[in-house]
């Protein structure tokens, strides 16, 4: 199965979160993971064999998206230090086994793409896992920031479709969810529209 997670990687001072989608093969207690080319998680696991799967609340996951501010713990092992954040659920330290690059060709244009296998070789419970009934904002917010993550790599006049679509969510959001939902979700928007408006690239990081 997929799973939407956060990786935390890097050094203390320098620590990268990304939200990631990675596929977990429970029998073989084996992870896989599809990194581009450009971002800072591909960057430091081309080079480090160490990085943290983050199992944290939809808010979080969708948080890591905007920057790598977040409130990290640090995990060591074997003499190597490895970031985590504190309000994750769990935490999963992978080392990583086999690393395959390929050139890859979509919609958007070509690009480089790395293939990481690692396997889970430490476990830590963190944090109880909250058990409130679901609401519709969770999967939303996580909608937006996925929306917002390919603002970077379309045309401009695809940029536009983007926004209306994360504006459609934000309504919903605005209905149902809390005010920490609502105030990330017009943070996207608004960096959203300030990068379709002024018509220039910037770095969405990773």
């Not at 009934?133 to 401009?156: F, H, K, M, Q, T």
């Not at 919903?172 to 928007?189: A, C, M, Q, R």
Request: with cysteine; proline share 3%; charged share 25%.
């Amino acid at each position: 199965m997929k799973f939407e997670v956060v990786i935390t990687s890097g050094k203390e001072k320098n620590e990268n979160q990304a939200p990631i989608g990675i596929y977990i093969k429970e029998d073989k207690n084996n992870v896989i993971l599809h990194l581009y080319e450009g971002s800072h998680t591909y960057n430091n696991l081309k080079k480090e064999d160490f990085f943290i799967i983050n199992i944290c609340s939809p808010y979080l996951i969708a948080k890591a998206v905007l920057d790598d501010n977040g409130n990290y713990g640090y995990l060591t092992y074997k003499n190597i230090t490895i970031p985590y954040l504190k309000e994750s659920y769990k935490i999963l330290l992978i080392k990583i086994n086999n690393r395959k690059i390929l050139k890859t060709k979509n919609e958007y244009g070509s690009s480089t793409l790395m293939i990481v296998e690692g396997n889970i070789i430490l476990e830590k419970d963190l944090n109880p896992m909250k058990t409130s009934p679901y609401n519709r904002a969770d999967g939303l917010i996580v909608e937006i920031a996925v929306l917002y993550s390919r603002l970077n790599i379309v045309p401009n006049n695809k940029r536009k479709e983007i926004i209306e679509e994360m504006k459609k969510y934000f309504k919903t959001i605005k209905k149902v969810g809390s005010k920490k939902h609502i105030e990330l979700s017009e943070l996207f928007l608004k960096t959203a529209y300030n990068l379709w408006t002024l018509n220039s690239f910037y770095p969405i990081k990773g």
